[in-house]
């Protein structure tokens, strides 16, 4: 049996993990508390670690896994930005799932928009007090409007297509645009100033940290709506809330929140909420949070933990060679050929 400490369990976890670890012969030890330094003993005697986004997979952190014996970091995400890749590499392989289902959390951003666009957050709360008043509820319609697209890998395209089946004018920007794709490409600054709407699809590296900030939100239209289902740090949240005041930025739609790592996924009503900025945003009219959950549809929850079970397995019976390795020795993981066999190292 392969035994691995799953850091950050949730209830919604465990069902799909112990069906495809019984089937393959991995067990998971349960945690409910997040990685990092203080709990990285409680990988002791695990040949791997089960992480989520949230968990501290840092080089101290890594160092004594190492130490511990600990051979795999198996994120069952598709981002790892929580990952320090260079500290990984030669001691602990590092696997991910690149996609379990783009559709959730395309339609989750679609979702967002509209929630906030039709005003049905305010209606959903209105009708159950009895109060069928419209007075406050003025949508506008998608149709027709420019929506700018960041990032058209496997999400942001099938978001691409949703919003044109809105008949929805699709302008993009990405750092490696897709040939072919039919996709109009724009610079970002163009993309800013155009768009009524934009969403972020990108991953959170150096570059696109806080690309969202006072000066992209200087250049956009006002009024523009602002969605992010993808990492909270490409979002400078001062800057967001300065725009919403400023009535510049009409509404915001965020999955993601750049400090949610200690209070997401977690139930703190009843508690006195210690982020001003959250507290904040939420109470604006106009922002829509919800707690990092674009992922969570059924389909996707399965495809995680079956992707997840069959890395661990590559990854430690076998050769070791996994397609969904993270490879860092090439230095570009975006357009790394895994030269060496797919391994790392
Ligand atoms: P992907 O890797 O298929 O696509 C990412 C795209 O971003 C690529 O086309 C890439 O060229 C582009 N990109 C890279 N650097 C860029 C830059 N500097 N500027 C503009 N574009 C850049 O990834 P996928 O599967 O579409 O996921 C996108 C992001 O969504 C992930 O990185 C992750 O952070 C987030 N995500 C959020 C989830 C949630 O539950 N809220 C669940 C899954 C992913």
Same mark, same amino acid.
């Given at each position: ?72 970091? $198996? ?35 679609? $979702? ?65 645009? $897709? ?167």
């Amino acid at each position: 049996m392969i035994q691995i400490a799953f850091y950050d369990a949730k209830a919604y976890d465990k069902p799909s993990f112990e069906k495809y670890g019984a089937e393959q012969g991995v067990c998971f030890r349960f945690l409910e508390t997040k990685l990092n330094e203080d709990t990285v003993e409680l990988a002791r005697d695990c040949q791997g670690v089960c992480v989520f986004v949230n968990d501290t997979v840092s080089a101290p952190v890594i160092e004594r896994l190492y130490e511990l014996g600990v051979r795999l970091i $198996a994120l069952r995400s598709a981002g790892y930005n929580n990952v320090d890749l260079s500290a990984a590499f030669g001691k602990i392989h590092v696997v991910h799932v690149p996609a379990y289902s783009p559709y959730a959390v395309a339609e989750h951003a679609m $979702a967002l928009l509209l929630t906030s666009v039709r005003r049905i957050h305010k209606a959903y709360n209105r009708t159950r007090e009895f109060n069928f008043s419209l007075s406050g509820l003025t949508g506008f319609d998608l149709h027709g409007k420019t929506v700018g697209v960041i990032g058209t890998g496997k999400i942001g395209r099938i978001f691409v297509d949703i919003c044109r089946g809105f008949g929805m004018k699709v302008l993009a920007y990405d750092a490696f645009p $897709a040939k072919d794709s039919g996709i109009e490409y724009v610079s970002l600054e163009e993309l800013f100033e155009s768009s009524h709407i934009i969403s972020l699809h990108c991953p959170l590296t150096e570059d696109t940290r806080h690309m969202i900030n006072a000066a992209a939100i200087e250049k956009m239209r006002k009024g523009v709506v602002i969605i992010n289902t993808s990492r909270g740090a490409l979002v400078d949240t001062e800057a967001l809330l300065k725009g919403i005041k400023a009535r510049k930025v009409g509404a915001a739609c965020l999955d993601v929140y750049e400090e949610e790592g200690d209070i997401f996924f977690e139930d703190r009503s009843g508690h006195i909420l210690n982020d001003e900025q959250l507290a904040r945003l939420i109470s604006m009219p106009n922002v829509i949070v919800t707690s990092h959950q674009a992922f969570l549809t059924e389909e996707a929850l399965n495809n995680i933990a079956q992707t997840t079970v069959n890395n661990i397995v590559t990854c430690l019976n076998g050769d070791g060679v996994c397609q969904n390795e993270l490879c860092y020795h090439c230095g570009n993981i975006q357009s790394c050929k895994k030269e060496r066999k797919e391994k790392c190292f």
